[in-house]
């Protein structure tokens, strides 16, 4: 019996100004073979945040970056968790129609 592994998703480093962002494409790990959604993780220090929140600033960095298979279109919905922290997983979902969704998720260490 053949057994398909799928090659392991990794973290990549990304820099936004001066701030260090570290990228995963959670797509790898569906496992399904389906391409979309396209399921990205990213984690951001606090200060990158208050940056990204700004117009189009998140849309702009990840078509920059190429972080999906074709560039965003548009932000459809952002909603950020309730809390103080120093890192925020960022959770994004691309469509098929290139819009994404965010979910700012704070890390409490």
Same mark, same amino acid.
């Given at each position: ?5 799928? !090659? ?5 480093? $990304?820099?936004?100004?001066?701030? =260090?962002?570290? %990228? &995963? @494409? ?18 951001? !220090? ?5 940056? $990204?929140?700004?117009?189009?600033? =998140?849309?702009? %960095? &990840? @078509? ?46």
């Amino acid at each position: 019996m053949k057994s398909s592994t799928q !090659p392991a998703a990794r973290w990549s480093n $990304l820099h936004f100004g001066t701030h =260090l962002i570290k %990228f &995963l @494409n959670a797509s790898r790990l569906k496992g399904s073979g389906e391409r979309w959604p396209e399921v990205i993780l990213l984690l951001v !220090p606090g200060p990158a945040k208050k940056k $990204l929140l700004a117009r189009n600033a =998140l849309r702009d %960095f &990840l @078509n920059k970056h190429k972080v999906f298979s074709k560039p965003a279109r548009k932000l459809t919905r952002s909603v950020t968790l309730p809390g103080v922290c120093t890192i925020w997983i960022v959770l994004l979902e691309h469509s098929r129609t290139s819009t994404f969704t965010a979910v700012w998720i704070p890390l409490r260490l």
